[in-house]
């Protein structure tokens, strides 16, 4: 059975930066497309960032993209490094796996992704 686990969340002050890691128990995530989604209190889930089982893919929501970039590596590891964060950046950010991959529109649909670790809080406050 996959299990995620998330880290790298924190405080952090608007303009900066924070780097998520999102490993894995049970299996090797080579296998699987990853994918970061968030949600603040009040708010729907939020579809952040997606990447393919190759790594070729990827997929941005249009209030991260030229700031936040998905990537992956051969120890396990997918990551979301985050600059210029923003106070609307704050939220519990989560990884999920799917073990398929999928078109390039539906990468980031929540509903594909069997998988999902805990969480991690991110907070951008001054």
């Known amino acids: 059975q996959l299990q995620l686990v998330e880290s790298g969340g924190g405080l952090v002050q608007p303009g900066g930066s924070l780097r998520l890691s999102c490993t894995a128990s049970?299996?090797?995530?080579?296998?699987?497309?990853i994918g970061w989604f968030r949600q603040a209190p009040g708010k729907e889930r939020e579809g952040v960032s997606c990447i393919s089982r190759s790594g070729i893919n990827t997929k941005y929501a249009d209030s991260v993209k030229g700031r936040f970039t998905i990537s992956r590596d051969a120890k396990n590891t997918v990551y979301l490094q985050m600059n210029s964060l923003k106070p609307d950046d704050t939220a519990t950010y989560y990884c999920?796996?799917?073990?398929?991959?999928?078109?390039?529109?539906?990468?980031?649909?929540?509903?594909?992704?069997?998988?999902w670790g805990q969480g991690t809080q991110v907070t951008v406050s001054s």
């Open positions: 049970g299996s090797t995530l080579d296998w699987y497309a």
């Open positions: 999920a796996a799917r073990a398929k991959d999928t078109t390039i529109q539906a990468m980031c649909t929540a509903s594909l992704f069997a998988y």
